[in-house]
């Protein structure tokens, strides 16, 4: 699931009116809530760009290369005539290892005055996110042989310690609408990861 703001969690258009205004519009409305149309738009284009499938919520071969993929949105403007942004703080993670990437996108998409092209700027955001994304995944399966297996050792107090790796950027933005902020925290890997592996939403 991706979460995103409370007051834009509707089936309605909600438009910026002003910095702290928005306008709910009745007779406007999203095909499915926008936390949903946004995973889907996240999964078509990360199976697209990886040549993989999404499994969540479904059953997968022992071993195979599997990516927790998580995003929440913080800020979803729509703002007619003017443009469409998406600010999310996202992170991706290799199931059965400590790999985490952690990262911040800001997308910013021209529109014109219409409602359809609020949502293709909306759609676009999110593509550019997408192409952010499965860079992460990339660039972490490429790491991942080259991190210990070993995920933990014991601390002086006989507790288990994280070892720690030198972190993984985050791929650099995409388009010159988008921004992206943080870095990855490499802790163990997984040794098997590779570019195609499955994501998971």
Not at 161 to 184: E, K, N, Y
């Amino acid at each position: 699931p991706v979460d995103v703001p409370s007051q834009v969690a509707k089936n309605q258009l909600v438009v910026q009116t002003g910095p702290t205004q928005v306008q709910v519009l009745e007779q406007e409305r999203w095909a499915s809530l926008p936390g949903d149309e946004i995973r889907r738009a996240l999964s078509s284009d990360l199976t697209q760009q990886l040549g993989t499938i999404d499994v969540y919520g479904t059953a997968y071969p022992e071993g195979t290369p599997v990516y927790r993929v998580s995003m929440n949105v913080q800020r979803f403007e729509s703002w007619p005539g003017s443009h469409a942004l998406i600010d999310a703080v996202w992170s991706v993670r290799a199931v059965r290892g400590e790999t985490v990437m952690t990262c911040r996108s800001v997308v910013s998409e021209p529109v014109t005055g219409s409602y359809d092209a609020l949502a293709e700027g909306h759609r676009q955001a999110v593509q550019q996110i997408s192409t952010q994304i499965a860079a992460g995944i990339q660039a972490l399966a490429a790491a991942a042989p080259r991190v210990p297996t070993s995920a933990s050792v014991k601390g002086a107090s006989g507790t288990p310690a994280r070892i720690t790796q030198p972190g993984v950027p985050c791929p650099l933005p995409v388009g010159p609408s988008a921004a992206l902020d943080g870095a990855g925290t490499a802790a163990a890997a997984h040794p098997g990861s590779h570019a195609s592996a499955a994501a998971n939403g």
